[in-house]
Nanobody
């Protein structure tokens, strides 16, 4: 099973990007669909996540990032608006899935680089 992340690139401050993350197969259920980022020299940090309880955003991105899911395409799309240079990082998607009612896997995408110029 693979998660394929895409959509990163170079954008000027104030601009927008739409990332995507799609799975290579379907699952019995998906507990968490999330995004993390890691800037050079920093630890990986959570950006946003969709759970069965709702959607949560990290404080630095609240009001600027919106994450949505497409169940038919088995994919999740964060839209990042009003980007700032401090948003520059490699963005990773992370899903916690149940392929069957008895198994749980923690899946990571390969990362996509977002660079915001000032």
């Amino acid at each position: 099973v693979q998660l394929q992340a895409s959509g990163g690139g170079l954008v000027q401050a104030g601009g927008s990007l739409r990332l995507s993350c799609a799975a290579s197969e379907s699952f019995f259920s998906i507990k968490i669909m999330g995004w993390y980022r890691q800037a050079p020299g920093n630890q990986r940090e959570s950006v946003a996540r969709i759970t069965k309880s709702g959607t949560n955003y990290a404080d630095p991105v609240k009001g600027r990032f919106t994450i949505s899911r497409d169940n038919a395409k088995n994919a999740v799309y964060p839209v990042m608006n009003n980007l700032k240079p401090e948003d520059t990082a490699v963005y990773y998607c992370n899903w916690v899935v149940n392929p069957t009612p008895w198994d749980e896997y923690d899946l990571w995408g390969q990362g996509t680089l977002v660079t915001v110029s000032s």
